[in-house]
Structures are given as structure tokens and as C-alpha cells.
């Protein structure tokens, strides 16, 4: 029988595959950074952002289905989190426009600004949107200065149950060293994925040298970074709760999270070395250009196996530094037994959404781009 605890888990165990997916779709960003850095003339520029370009829509997408995910499973996180800290979210969300706006206009006919301009753009939007969602993110382990009273839906005048405890909107992530380190973790690690996705992209010996002598030092500065956060987060006092509901900070939570779930340890070992073995045959072999589907698996995975240290084993995903009950988990910030039964059976049509993607991401991928396709029309 399925019980409202297992849909819970459920739904949380949902949200944390389309983190996963979001995280490895920041290649597109991640490679926008790279604009000027990789490509030396306007010819090679052009070929990197028609490369991100093919798939700038599937990011954006993603980050819309993760969100209404969150809100039809844990409305209470959604109205906390972008109703409160909405500053935050509003610059994550404007990257993105912006970046969808550069495509498309910057050789367009009457484009007075010039094409250089949106490719800046481009790369605001490379640095922003990991480094702000990374930063997001980070705050389900290091906690966010809001206050929950659900008493407040009787009161006529200002029937709000969640609100932000300072005047910061937001922002006030950005003050916390540690969730800094781990945007700048995801920052490099979507350059790091964006590289690997050029290597297998574009069909250009020039560029791929110059792409594979850049992965060596983002994808070390992605580990460094990441190690620091990491050992920061098991290290830590964590926000567990009891059978009640009651919020406690325990120490080392998240430690004792991946050793009472040997399967999330072995999910998250499992993605780590998918991850980084792309890195290394990338590395070590020059023929070898597949090195994006190992490594964008892995972090799938991995991401998969973070998210689920942080709310699964009776751990606040969500947790308050301003009022340590405010705390939001999985069984308090859920919907309806009903309304999760019912999304339960849509979510069945995710492995067909999945093969849709997959089926697309190959015909768009069919040839390689190379400088010859760039005399085509069809090209950004």
C-alpha cells in the first residue's frame, strides 16, 4: 500500500532527479563563459554559441519544470523560498531572459547594439545563473533567515504564513562564505561540462586542443571548491526532527545521513567516479570525445544523491536560522495525500518526456558543427 509518507519521499526523491538534470544542463552556461576565452576569432566565437545555442531551451525548461515541481509537491517551500526570497530568484530568472534574448538578437538585421554586446550578455548569464543557483542551493544545508507561522492565513488584513526575516530578500546567501564556495563549485563545474560538451560538439581540431587545455584547471578548481564545501557539510551540525515534528541540530547530520543510507553513499560514490572518469579519458586520450555523457551522468547522479542527503532520513531540506521550528521537511511543507497521489500517476509520463528529450538532443546533434555549417541560414 502507498502511504503518505512513501509519496513524500516520493516527490522529494523526484525534485532531487530534476536538480540533477538542471545542474548538468548548466553546461550551456557554463560554456558561455568561455566565449572569449575559446574562441580567439568572431568565426569561432560564433561556433561556440551555436553549439550552447542548440540547447539553451532545454536548461531553461528544466529550471521551469523544477520549479512547478516544487510548488505542486512542497508549496510551502516555493511560497518561503521565491515568495521571500524573491531578489535572489528574480536575478537567477533575469540571467536567464537575458541569455534567451542574446541569442536571438544578436545578428539580427537593426541590432544597433552589436553582436559583442548579447555575447556579453552571454557570458553575465554564464557566471550568474550557476554561481546564484549554486548559491540556492547551498542553503539547504546551511539554512536561510526566514519565519513560518501558519497562523498568520486567519488574519484578514496579511494572510501570509512564511516571511523573510530581514530585509534582504534574498540575498543574504550571498554573505555566507560557504554557500559562495559551492556556487562557485557549480560555476566551475558547469564550465567543466560545458568543455566536455564542445570537445564532442564541434568538429574543429583547433578549438579542441585549445577546450581540452582549459579542462584541466576548471576542472580542478571544480574539485577544489567542491571538497571544501563538501567536508564543510558533513563536518557540520545538522537540522534533524523527531517523530513530532520537532526540530534539533545534531551533530554531523549529514555524515550520519550517507552512512544510515548506504544506497544514497553508494548513488553519490557512483556519480563522483562517472563524473570524473569523463575528466580523466578526456584528459588522457585525444581521440576520446564522448567524455560529456560519462561525466554528465555522473553528475546527475551525484547531484541526485545531494539532494537526498538533505532531506531524506528525517533532515530539514530547508532549514531557518531565524527560528530553528520555522524548519521546513518533507512532511511539513508537503502537499495533500491527495494531490500527491495524483501527480504520482502524471509523473509515470516522465520516461516519455525523457525519451522526447533524448530523441530531439539526437537530431539536433546529428552532424557536428564545423565552420562549414556556419555559412548555412540557420545559425545564431
Known amino acids: 500500500m502507498i502511504t503518505y ?54 536548461t531553461f525548461t528544466t529550471l521551469v519544470t523544477f520549479g512547478g515541481a516544487f510548488f505542486a509537491s512542497f508549496p510551502l517551500f516555493y511560497s518561503t523560498s521565491f515568495g521571500g526570497a524573491y531578489w535572489l530568484w528574480m536575478l537567477i530568472l533575469f540571467s536567464f531572459v537575458i541569455q534567451a534574448v542574446s541569442y536571438e538578437f544578436q545578428n539580427k538585421m537593426g541590432n544597433f547594439l552589436g553582436a559583442r554586446t548579447f555575447q556579453v550578455c552571454l557570458v553575465i548569464n554564464g557566471v550568474v545563473g550557476p554561481l546564484l543557483l ?6 539547504f544545508f546551511d539554512g536561510s533567515n526566514f519565519v513560518v507561522d501558519k497562523m498568520n492565513i486567519t488574519d484578514s488584513l496579511q494572510p501570509v504564513i512564511s516571511r523573510w526575516a530581514n530585509g534582504s530578500c534574498g540575498l543574504d546567501a550571498l554573505l555566507d562564505i560557504y554557500n559562495v564556495i559551492f556556487g562557485v563549485a557549480v560555476l566551475f563545474l558547469a564550465r567543466t561540462l560545458g568543455l566536455l560538451y564542445m570537445i564532442n560538439n564541434i568538429d574543429d581540431e583547433t578549438l579542441r586542443g585549445r577546450m581540452r587545455r582549459s579542462l584541466l584547471w576548471n576542472a580542478g578548481a571544480f574539485l577544489v571548491f567542491f571538497l571544501i564545501f563538501f567536508v564543510h557539510v558533513l563536518l557540520k551540525d545538522g537540522y534533524a526532527y523527531n517523530a ?34 569523463g575528466i580523466v579519458l578526456t584528459l588522457m586520450r585525444p581521440s576520446f570525445v564522448k567524455g560529456v555523457w560519462c561525466s554528465g551522468i555522473g553528475t546527475v547522479v551525484a547531484v541526485t544523491a545531494l539532494f537526498l542527503m538533505a532531506g531524506w532520513n528525517n533532515t530539514a531540506y530547508y532549514p531557518s536560522n531565524a527560528d530553528l521550528q520555522s524548519s521546513l521537511t518533507i512532511t511539513n511543507s508537503c502537499s495533500s495525500e491527495f494531490t500527491l497521489q495524483t501527480m504520482a500517476v502524471v509523473s509515470l509520463l516522465v520516461p516519455f518526456v525523457i525519451a ?16 562549414e555549417e556556419l555559412k548555412g541560414g540557420d545559425v545564431y
Open 356 to 371: 522526447y528529450i533524448y530523441y530531439a538532443w539526437r537530431s539536433i546533434d546529428s552532424r557536428k558543427l564545423s565552420r
Open 134 to 139: 549554486g548559491g540556492a542551493v547551498a542553503t
Open 5 to 58: 509518507s512513501f509519496l513524500q519521499h516520493y516527490w522529494w526523491l523526484v525534485i532531487s532527479l530534476l536538480g540533477g538534470i538542471l545542474v548538468f544542463l548548466l553546461f550551456v552556461q557554463g560554456a558561455n563563459t568561455m566565449i572569449f576565452s575559446i574562441g580567439k576569432t568572431a568565426e569561432e566565437r560564433r561556433l561556440v554559441i551555436n553549439s550552447t545555442g542548440r540547447k539553451w531551451e532545454f
Open 244 to 277: 513530532a515534528g520537532v526540530i534539533a541540530m545534531e551533530p554531523m547530520k549529514y555524515l550520519h545521513n550517507l552512512l544510515g543510507q548506504p544506497l544514497v553513499l553508494a548513488i553519490l560514490l557512483i556519480g563522483v567516479v562517472m563524473l570524473l572518469l
